[in-house]
């Protein structure tokens, strides 16, 4: 499996950004897709976007379309998340998951990190 860190979490006024970072280590293939997902309190995990490692493909909730964008450094075997223009409603505790090799499902996931966004 692979193992996951994220850090960038904070708290930032409406209208804002953040970018989240998460440090993969173990074994990363191409096929991988890396994920970013978060959970609000009360509420349950929302699929916020994904990114296939190899590059050739990403995904976005209908949330985050127009205000989020994934990205992926190999060299530094890092996944980003640049939030923009964030509202209250994006407040949530924020994780990263990585699939199998063969993409099918998210089985890694970080700790998570807090995103707090005032009104």
């Known amino acids: 499996q692979v193992q996951l860190l994220e850090s960038g979490g904070g708290l930032v006024q409406a209208g804002g950004s953040l970018r989240l970072s998460c440090l993969a280590s173990?074994?990363?293939?191409?096929?991988?897709?890396m994920g970013w997902f978060r959970q609000a309190p009360g509420k349950g995990r929302e699929f916020v976007s994904s990114i296939k490692w190899s590059g050739d493909g990403t995904g976005y909730a209908d949330s985050a379309k127009g205000r989020f964008t994934i990205s992926r450094d190999d060299a530094k075997n890092t996944v980003y998340l640049q939030m923009n223009s964030l509202k209250p409603e994006d407040t949530a505790v924020y994780s990263c998951?990585?699939?199998?090799?063969?993409?099918?499902?998210?089985?890694?996931w970080g700790q998570g990190t807090q995103v707090t966004v005032s009104s």
């Open positions: 173990g074994r990363i293939v191409s096929t991988m897709w």
């Open positions: 998951a990585a699939t199998t090799e063969a993409g099918v499902r998210y089985v890694s």
